[in-house]
C-alpha cells in the first residue's frame, strides 16, 4: 500500500477506536482532504476514486456517528478494492477499523491511575513518571498538587494543525507533515562532541530530512517504514530544506505534541516540553470532569461561556483557535469575577468601620490653596475636594489617585495631610525608596510651612519627620517618643513605618505612594498602626478606568487627568527588536549631548520560571558590548 493511502488507513482505524468522534485529525477528519487529494494524485491514483474519497472526506465533519461509522467502512471498502497490493497486511488494517466500529473510548497516550479519589489538593507525585526528584523540580514553578498544575496555563501556543505536503512547504513556515520513514543515519559532528540522527520522509508529494542533536536512541524508534507526523519549523541547510528537531509521534496515537494546537508551558532545569506536556495531559484528563463549575448554565449560555471542565481542557489542549478563546474568556471572566467579588465585599466591610471624622474648615482652605506658590489645576481642586469629603466622614476613606508623572499628586497628599494636623491627629506617607521618601519630606515641610493655622514647630518643621532605614538609633528614639506624645504630626518614610517599633498614638491618615511597589501585607500593616485610619494611594501607572475599577474594587478612584501649565508632554514609542540597535545609537547620542538614559528591567538576577531578561546580566552585555 501506498504512504498517503496507509496512513489514512491509520487515521481512519484511529477514528474507530476513538468512536468516530471525530478528532482523530485536528478541525476534523474532513481537514485532511486537500492534503490527502494532492499526495493520492501524485502516487498515480485514478481520478475517479480520489474523487470519491476526498468527496466523503469532506463530507465526513457534517454528519453523525451512525453516519461517520457507516463511511468509515466505505472509505475502507473503496480504498481496498482499488489496490493491487492487497497484502495481508492491508486486510489486517481494515479488520482493525471493523474490529472497533463498537468502540466509544479515546486511545490514551499515557498511563494514569483509574483511582477516583484524586482531588485538588492530591499531590503530583500521585501520578506516573512524577516522583520525589521530579515533584520537587516542579515545585520551583510553584507546582505543588493537581490544582496547581491544572491552574498553570500554556504562556503560548504553537499551531501545527494545518497539514502540509512537503512540496508545498517553504522556509519558516510551521508545518506538521504526514509522511513514512524511508532511510535513518547517525553521524557525529565535527570534533566529535554531538552526536546527530537524519532521518529521511516521504509523503508521496516529496522527501524532506529531520535531523536531531543527541538523540541516538531515535535510531531505534523511527525504522523505516514508520508511519509518523512531525511539526517543527521549515529551515534551510546546505541549500536543502530540513526539519531541525521537530515533535514527532506515531500517526496512529492521540496527538499530543503534533498535529495540533500545541501548548508552551513555563519550564524550569531538568524537565522538557514534551516531558511537562505529557504530564499535564494526564492531570487535565484525570481531573477536570471532576471540577464543580459555580457559574450558572443560564448566565454562562447568556454569556456565551463554555462550561469550566471544556475552559480547562481547552486551555490547556485546544482543538482549533476558536476553543482556545473561549476559554481564554471563560477563564478571565471567572478571574475577573472573583476578583471583583472580592473587592465589592472588602469595600462593603469597610463601609461598616468607624474612623476619625475630619473637620474641614472651608475658609482655612481657601487659605491654604492661596498659600501655595502655585496655581492648582482644575483637576487638582476635583481631587482635593473627592479627598476631604471621604476624610470628612466616619466610615474610613480608601481612595486610588491616580496621575501621570508631574500631575501633582503630591500636592494632595499635601493638603490631606495638612488637614489632620489641623485636627490635632496623625498622618503617615510611605514610598518605595530612600530617594522619594527624602523628596517628599522636603516638598511636604516647603509646601505646609506656609499654609496658616497648622503649628507644625516653625520654620523647621519638627512635627514632620522622616523615618528611613538608615535613620540613627538616637533619631529613631526621638521620632518614637513623638509619635507617643503627639508633637509629631506627620511620619514620612520608608518600609521602616511598618517595623513593630513605630507606634503611632493617634493615626488618623495614611497615604502610600507608588502603591503598586508594596504589596498587601505591607499597605496593611501600615493601617493597622492606627484605629482604621483613612487610606489615599497614589500612582503614576495609568491604568484604564475599567480595569482599575476591577483590581482596585475595593478603592473609590480619583483622576488627575490635567498636567500643570508648562509641563512638556511625555512621548511614548515602542521599538521592536528589530530597531534595537537604532535605538542603542539613539541613547548613545543623548549620553553625548549631556543627557541621561534608563533601561528597566523585569529582574535584578535571572530566574528559573520567568524567561525574561535580568538586570544583572545585561548590564555587563551593555557596558562590554554596546556601549563600550
Known sequence: ???????????????????????????????????????????????????????????YSSLSLADREFMTHELVGILTSHYTSNTPENNMQAQAINDNKSSQHNVPTTSHSTDNDFCLKTPLTAFVGIGPSNANKLKKLGLNNIEDALYHFPHRYIDYSSLKSI?????????????KVTQIRQRKTRGGKLSVVEVDITDGTGTI?????????????????KEIQVSGRIDVYLGKKVLSSPDWESVDKQSIHTGRIVPIYHLTKGITSKTMRNWMYTIVNTIADNILDPLPKEMRTRLKLPDAKSALRCIHFPDSQNQLQDAQRRIAFSEFLILHLGMRIRKSANKKKTSHKIVIDNNWLQAAITSLPFTLTTAQIRVIDEVLHDISKSSPMSRLVQGDVGSGKTIIAAIALAAIAKNGAQAALMAPTSILAEQHYKSICSLLAGIPELNLGGNDTHCI?????????????????????????????????????????????????????????QRAALRGKGNEPHLMVMTATPIPRSLALTLYGDLDLSIIDELPPGRKPVETRVVYPTQRKDMYNFISTQIHNGGQAFLIYPLIEESDTLQVKAAVKEHKRLQNEVFS
Open 1 to 59: 500500500m501506498s504512504t498517503e493511502n496507509d496512513i489514512l488507513f491509520r487515521i481512519l482505524q484511529t477514528e474507530a477506536a476513538r468512536g468516530h468522534d471525530n478528532k482523530t485529525v485536528i478541525g476534523g477528519i474532513s481537514k485532511i482532504a486537500p492534503h490527502w487529494i494532492t499526495s493520492a494524485s501524485s502516487s498515480g491514483l485514478d481520478a475517479e476514486t480520489i474523487s470519491k474519497v476526498a468527496d466523503k472526506l469532506k463530507q
Open 167 to 179: 512540496k508545498n512547504v517553504r522556509y519558516g513556515d510551521e508545518v506538521t507533515i504526514l509522511a
Open 209 to 225: 530530512v529531520c535531523n536531531w542533536f543527541n538523540q541516538p536512541w531515535l535510531e531505534k524508534q523511527l525504522n523505516p517504514g
Open 465 to 521: 519627620r522622616l523615618l528611613l532605614g538608615s535613620t540613627t538609633e538616637k533619631e529613631r528614639t526621638e521620632i518614637s517618643k513623638g509619635l507617643q506624645d503627639e508633637t509629631i504630626k506627620i511620619l514620612i518614610g520608608t518600609h521602616a513605618l511598618i517595623q513593630d517599633t513605630v507606634k503611632f498614638s493617634n493615626l488618623a491618615l495614611t497615604v502610600v505612594d507608588e502603591q503598586h511597589r508594596f504589596g498587601v501585607e
